[in-house]
């Protein structure tokens, strides 16, 4: 079994301030882990994802996401947002064995001008 | 644009009666996903699809059904609707069973009155 934690259903967040989503997860055996964006209107989007390697992955736009295997956690973060950031963000985990995709119940990031 | 197409986008209806959503998947993908999106338990995997066969089952409903056609699009069937079924419907494809991409449709909005 596996699950996603998403702790903060809102962020506010002013422009050009760095923010940070967690995201936890809970998982018996390895996993592969991914963060996806949702704008408004639109489909869910994939953003960044660790599947092996290097524990920090980066984004095209900036944002960046380090895997933590001891405190299971897989943090999204980017140092300087812009309202074109305005989304629902959602961190997912998959069992490598398994193949089912469990996402977290998403957070809202809401950057302020 | 993903690649995934959903249809109809948009679909209103009565309590009691029963819709069908579609999903093409991507060229060349063989898995199929079905997420339910809704306002208070987030995103919900439902079931999944793998070259026609049923390979994971999520939160599903009794009420609800799902296949995938020989040429890999999928259904999903909800009958005996309820004000709580009102949701946006995702469907999402992968290329196989391992790490890759999945890639989201636009989903399907049902709004049951």
């Known amino acids: 079994a596996q699950s996603v934690t998403q702790l903060d259903s809102q962020v506010p967040v002013f422009e050009e301030a760095p923010v940070e989503l967690r995201c936890n997860y809970s998982s018996s055996v390895s996993v592969y882990l991914f963060w996806y964006v949702q704008y408004p209107n639109q489909g869910l989007q994939l953003l960044l994802k660790?599947?092996?390697?290097?524990?920090l992955v980066k984004s095209i736009n900036g944002f960046e996401a380090e895997f933590n295997k001891s405190q299971t956690s897989f943090h999204l973060r980017k140092p300087s947002v812009h309202i074109s950031d305005t989304a629902e963000y959602f961190c997912a985990v998959s069992d490598q064995g398994y193949q089912k995709v469990t996402f977290g119940t998403g957070t809202k990031l809401q950057v302020i001008p | 644009d993903s690649g995934v197409t959903q249809t109809p986008k948009h679909l209103i209806t009565a309590t009691g009666q029963r819709v069908t959503l579609r999903c093409s998947p991507r060229s060349g993908d063989l898995s199929v996903y079905w997420y339910q999106q809704s306002l208070d338990q987030g995103l919900q995997f439902l079931i999944q699809y793998y070259n026609g066969e049923e390979r994971a089952k999520g939160n599903i409903l009794e009420r609800f059904s799902a296949q995938q056609f020989p040429d890999l699009h999928s259904e999903l069937n909800l009958s005996s609707l309820e004000l709580g079924d009102s949701a946006l419907y995702f469907c999402?494809?992968?290329?196989?069973?391992?790490?890759?991409?999945?890639?989201f449709g636009e989903g399907s909005w049902l709004t049951v009155v």
């Open positions: 999402a494809s992968k290329l196989d069973l391992s790490g890759n991409t999945i890639y």
């Open positions: 660790y599947l092996s390697g290097s524990t």
